[in-house]
């Protein structure tokens, strides 16, 4: 699943470190989400979309290729 | 997702790693004393206390290891519990492979504590293979 992650945290000026303590996961999670290696559970995901305050569809985009963990 | 754990998922991570590299330095240095106290002659209740002192310390290395599996975040959780998965059927194809060589091709005995070594080892390498894949 490709998401928008990197470019929302971008526009914030948040650290990778700082963008995790907010979301209280790993910076390594963080970094994971970002290269797109892997897809977060929805409970994460809705929390990601609200953090910066965009809808869901507007932070992760479907992809057809499944990433790690994903629906075959 | 989890707002209200006390302790973020990478000071959780430094904390597990120290409690279980302490612990397994006690439980170093207590084989080491109960190995010589048990080289002289011991009562049975004091052979028996000493033989399983050791396994104190690795009580508190479950303790730790249960705690961190529930403060770690997802990712790190799915980590360690598919290496852990993966330690214990390799952990059990080799005690059932070797108990077989022992029983029926006349292998040297080997202590069952090597059982928590190995899948100990496994474990770990698991993981920082499995960490590897996410960077």
Known sequence: ?72 | MNNKLPISPDAAKKRYQWQVLIAMIIYMVVVFICVKLLKHPQPAAVRITLALLPALPVVWVMWSVIWYLRVADELQRRVHLESLSIAAGATAFISLTYGLLENLAGFPMVSAAWGFVILDLIWGATACILFRRYK
Not at chain 1, 51 to 63: R, T
């Open chain 1, 1 to 72: 699943m490709k998401n928008r992650i990197h470019v929302l945290r971008a526009e914030q000026r948040w650290t990778q470190a700082e963008l995790a303590e907010r979301l209280n996961v790993s910076r390594q999670t963080i970094n994971a989400l970002e290269t797109e290696k892997y897809d977060p559970s929805l409970p994460l995901a809705f929390g990601i979309a609200r953090l910066f305050g965009k809808p869901l569809e507007e932070v992760f985009l479907y992809d057809e290729k499944p990433a790690e963990g994903g629906m075959e």
